[in-house]
């Protein structure tokens, strides 16, 4: 059983910078990806950023393209999101979401077989 639980989420002004954290048990890393969806209130889940295949392969949504990177850490079964040059557009809820058995990542929510419970993270001007 795939289990991720995410931690760092906050409140920053705008500009400021964040890092959060997703710690995946139960997870094989190999045809696998994880990634970082966001939802806003009134708004659809959205990727964020993805990583495949233990880090091999890594994907941005252009919005954040520039300012987000997503990494992991294979030794110590988490995968990052640092986050920089935060704007009030970034306030959302952050999802950590694992996709199994797969060959390719996904911006389609519903193509992630495991979720965390998500961070919040709020940006104000």
């Known amino acids: 059983q795939v289990q991720l639980v995410e931690s760092g989420g906050g409140s920053v002004q705008a500009g400021g910078s964040l890092k959060l954290s997703c710690a995946v048990s139960g997870y094989t890393y190999g045809r696998n990806c994880l990634a970082w969806f966001r939802q806003a209130p009134g708004k659809e889940r959205e990727g964020v950023a993805l990583?495949?295949?233990?880090?091999?392969?890594?994907t941005y949504a252009d919005s954040v393209s520039g300012r987000f990177a997503i990494s992991q850490d294979n030794t110590k079964n988490t995968v990052y999101l640092q986050m920089h040059a935060l704007k009030t557009e970034d306030t959302a809820m952050y999802y950590c979401?694992?996709?199994?058995?797969?060959?390719?990542?996904?911006?389609?929510?519903?193509?992630?077989?495991?979720w965390g419970q998500g961070t919040q993270v709020t940006v104000s001007s």
């Open positions: 990583i495949y295949g233990g880090g091999g392969s890594t």
């Open positions: 979401a694992a996709r199994v058995a797969a060959d390719s990542c996904s911006w389609q929510w519903y193509e992630y077989n495991y």
